[in-house]
């Protein structure tokens, strides 16, 4: 099982790490990576190069090498322990049925400004987060459910479109616990999200369920009011906002719950 698991791991890799290896930059580092260790170990270039063993072999590393070989690979697996951790132990991306519009850091605000009658529910999320992984299929029923001519959803991976996040102030930290987070857009404004975020920049406690979605972003009325606006064609005056004012804000308890 020791050997399977990053075996498995590795093969469920492999689309994105084909996408990796075709940036030159990556591939250059990679190649500047192991350039030292098979210039060490592969003869005769091995032969030209100083050594402090003891028996002279200049084909193997000596105690200095090996120190600075190990001081490096602990600095890269404690900045990516978190990407190590979860190639083998996160749920698969969800890829079933759904009826999203992905952006990008510039579709984003060109959608949200087209049609300012169309009202958008957006959720910010990122591939690494458990969190988001789980609440994928919940939002993507959700989409299937509610979408409508008037009353869209969409996605936004602020984990690669980092300005999105800035622009939106969504944090991307793991500290703050806001992925994912979920927008309401009337207007192209912002109307409500969640969860809240109290006075230190955390996230609220705010269970991702589908009650909750339906419930607190009022989508039975959001969806019978984009009906109706669809009906009645391109003459109908822009209305109100129907989702009831956010609730204040506590400075307590940030831990989101799942």
């Known amino acids: 099982m020791a050997v399977l698991a990053p075996l498995i791991a590795l ?9 990796w290896l075709a940036r030159p930059y990556y591939l250059l580092s990679a190649l500047l990576s192991a350039a030292f260790l098979l210039v060490r170990k592969l003869p005769p270039l091995c032969h030209s190069l ?37 190639m083998t132990c996160k749920p698969p991306l969800y890829m079933g049925p759904e009826y999203i519009k992905y952006f990008n850091d510039k579709t984003i605000d060109e959608e949200l400004e087209r049609d300012k009658r169309v009202t958008w529910i957006v959720e910010f999320f990122a591939n690494w987060s458990n969190d988001c992984q789980s609440f994928a299929p919940i939002y993507a029923d959700l989409s299937l459910k509610y979408n409508c001519t008037g009353l869209n959803f969409g996605k936004v991976d602020v984990g690669r479109y980092t300005d999105v996040s800035t622009r939106y102030k969504v944090s991307t930290s793991p500290l703050t616990k806001q992925l994912p987070t979920l927008i309401l857009f009337q207007g192209g404004k912002e109307v409500m999200r969640r ?16 009650e909750n979605v339906i419930r607190e972003f009022s989508l039975n009325e ?37």
């Open 50 to 86: 100083p050594t402090q063993r003891e028996d002279g072999n200049p084909c193997d590393f000596d105690w200095r090498e090996v120190e600075i070989l190990m001081f490096l690979s602990a600095i890269v697996m404690m900045k990516n322990r978190r990407s190590m951790f979860l």
């Open 222 to 258: 959001l969806y019978q009011r984009a009906k109706k606006l669809s009906k009645a064609g391109d003459n109908i005056p822009e209305e109100q906002p129907v989702v009831p004012t956010p609730a204040a804000v506590p400075d307590g308890e940030s831990k989101k719950e799942k």
């Open 11 to 19: 093969v469920y890799s492999v689309p994105r790490l084909s996408r």
């Open 195 to 210: 969860p809240q975020i109290d006075k230190k920049g955390r996230a609220v406690s705010w269970t991702f369920s589908e």
